[in-house]
Each structure stands twice: as structure tokens, then as C-alpha cells.
């Protein structure tokens, strides 16, 4: 399957500052993105979908001020979580969907983030 | 939002039993695929069925799709203590979103 490299894999930040997660898919062109949060214990959440060139499309109860994201190429979205909270500890994971022949998106290994 | 709703939510097996997990879903879809994930880590992809296609094996892992019913099941034979972890249905109806179920957490007894 194609790939989608995310990064970083783990990153620990102190309360108040932005950090940013990078997802890319490394061997085609994607042309919707999608960003997945998951808590302790529970299932992945979508959080948003953005399409390359566009504004992302947030679902309820997510904050677009509070994760800001950017699709400015059609193999890079980034998601910052800015003013960051101990509530917002939680593994972040995006997928990609695009490129000719895939049929279904590929997710990239995900980003622990520790708010300390 | 979530898509489907898993069932059991645990399952706790002996080594060697076979393990079953039960994945319902509400809209129509492309395809639904299951995922693995141990403790504290990425998703592993397992095997992807398509909307038109009933059953899928991969080594020990049969998948059913039954698109009537909108339910999926997911069967690990022969299960292994390495086989202990989380697994996922999710759900894709278009445009490459990706809905998941609750999921099941099975563990296997040594």
C-alpha cells in the first residue's frame, strides 16, 4: 500500500505552547487528508478532513481555533495544536486518501503528545 | 462521530481458542477494513473487504462482510498471546473517510 509518514512520533510540550505534527504521504499525491485524535482507552475520533487548497472541514465539538490545520500541498497537512492544554495529551494519527488506483486512505503511525 | 459499534466491548480467551468480534455500522459503504493496535501504539492494517465482497482470509484472520445486515465480523483462529491488543472496524462510504467502531479489546491467556 502507499505510504503516509507522520512525524514526530512522540513529543512532550509545556502548557501554553503550539506544537505542530506533520503528515505526509511520501509516494503519491493526496488529495484529502483527515486527522484522527484518540484518548486512553478509546476509539479514533475524527477531528477533521482537509482538502489541499482548502479550509478543513471540522467535526462538532472540535475547535478549528485551537487545531489549526494546513493543507497548503498535495503531499503535506500539518495539524497545530496551539495553546496547548493537559487535556490535549492524546495520540494524534492522520490518514491520506488519494493518488491513482488507491481506493482507500493509509494512515500514518501517529504522534503522542504529552502536555506537561 | 463514530460510525459502528463493536461487539464485545473485552474479550479475554485462552491461548489456542478462536476469538470472533462483531462490527455493525449505520450508512452504506465502499469498504470496511479491521486494525490492530497494541497498547500505546500506531494501527496495524489487517484486511480490507469490499462493499460487493462477502468473505476475505488472510492467514489466520476471516473476515465476513454481510452488507444486508450492515454487520462485519472478524475471526482470529488459533489465537496467540501476541495477538493480545485492540481491534478496530472502520468504516470508508466515500471520498476516503474513515469512520471507526468503538472497538474490542481482546486479551489471550498464555
Known amino acids: 500500500g502507499a505510504v503516509v509518514s507522520q512525524h514526530p512520533s512522540r513529543v512532550i510540550c509545556k502548557s501554553g505552547t503550539s506544537v505542530k505534527i506533520e503528515c505526509r504521504s511520501l509516494d503519491f499525491q493526496a488529495t484529502t487528508m483527515f486527522w484522527y485524535r484518540q484518548f486512553p482507552k478509546q476509539s479514533l475520533m475524527l477531528m477533521a478532513t482537509s482538502n489541499e487548497g482548502s479550509k478543513a472541514t471540522y467535526e462538532q465539538g472540535v475547535e478549528k481555533d485551537k487545531f489549526l490545520i494546513n493543507h497548503a500541498s498535495l503531499t503535506l497537512s500539518t495539524l497545530t495544536v496551539t495553546s496547548a492544554h493537559p487535556e490535549d495529551s492524546s495520540f494524534y494519527i492522520c490518514?491520506?486518501?488519494?493518488?491513482?488506483?488507491?481506493?482507500?486512505?493509509?494512515f500514518g503511525q501517529g504522534t503522542r503528545l504529552t502536555v506537561v | 462521530s463514530q460510525q459502528g459499534e463493536e461487539d464485545p466491548q473485552a474479550l479475554s480467551i485462552q491461548e489456542g481458542e478462536n476469538a470472533t468480534m462483531n462490527c455493525s455500522y449505520k450508512?452504506?459503504?465502499?469498504?470496511l477494513q479491521w486494525y490492530r493496535q497494541n497498547s500505546g501504539r500506531g494501527l496495524v492494517h489487517l484486511i480490507l473487504?469490499?462493499?460487493?465482497?462477502r468473505e476475505k482470509h488472510s492467514g489466520r484472520l476471516r473476515v465476513t462482510l454481510d452488507t444486508s445486515k450492515k454487520s462485519s465480523s472478524l475471526l482470529i483462529t488459533a489465537s496467540r498471546a501476541a495477538d493480545t491488543a485492540s481491534y478496530f472496524c472502520?468504516?470508508?462510504?466515500?471520498?476516503?473517510?474513515?469512520?471507526f467502531g468503538a472497538g474490542t479489546r481482546l486479551f489471550v491467556k498464555a
Open positions: 472502520a468504516t470508508e462510504a466515500g471520498g476516503f473517510k474513515t469512520i
Open positions: 450508512t452504506s459503504i465502499n469498504n
Open positions: 490518514s491520506a486518501g488519494g493518488g491513482a488506483g488507491n481506493t482507500e486512505a493509509f
Open positions: 473487504i469490499r462493499s460487493n465482497e
